[in-house]
């Protein structure tokens, strides 16, 4: 199966809650991803299907305006995992937060992800905190 990938790349809102909330585990909503990544993101990476056009993968690189990129919300399609998808999403948000002269990508994970970050070249785990605001 080949799958392209694109640095900000156009997508709808709808096919991204969609993937969203399969990788995630709730309901569709009406979400506005399209605009929300558009105020407030670096950039983003899509992932598509070739045969389709299908969005099978999102990653979301949010930013402070300078030296630190934050990455956010990386999913695949269920169809489509263990096959390298989510890797070259991270690896392709690795480059651009990189082109764009970012010196620092931060990523959070929960312990069950470490495996999946720990083969992102260059990541070195470190201790973060977290505080639940709802």
């Known amino acids: 199966m080949s799958i392209f990938y694109g640095w900000r790349a156009p997508f709808h809102s709808v096919e991204a809650e969609a993937l969203h909330a399969e990788g995630f585990g709730h309901e569709p909503g009406d979400e506005d991803w399209w605009g929300r ?4 993101s ?4 899509c992932a598509r299907r070739e045969r389709d056009a299908a969005l099978v993968g999102l990653v979301n690189v949010a930013w402070d305006g300078a030296a630190h ?5 990386t999913v695949v399609a269920e169809a489509e995992r263990s096959h390298g998808v989510g890797q070259l999403l991270v690896r392709h948000a690795v480059d651009g937060a990189r082109a764009a002269g970012c010196d620092w990508l931060h ?3 929960e312990p ?13 785990p470190t201790p973060a905190g977290l505080v639940r605001l709802r």
């Open 112 to 124: 069950h992800l470490a495996d999946f970050y720990a083969r992102t070249p260059g990541l070195r």
């Open 69 to 73: 990129a934050f990455l956010l919300d």
């Open 42 to 45: 670096l950039g983003w990476v």
């Open 107 to 109: 990523v959070d994970y």
């Open 37 to 40: 990544l558009n105020a407030h």
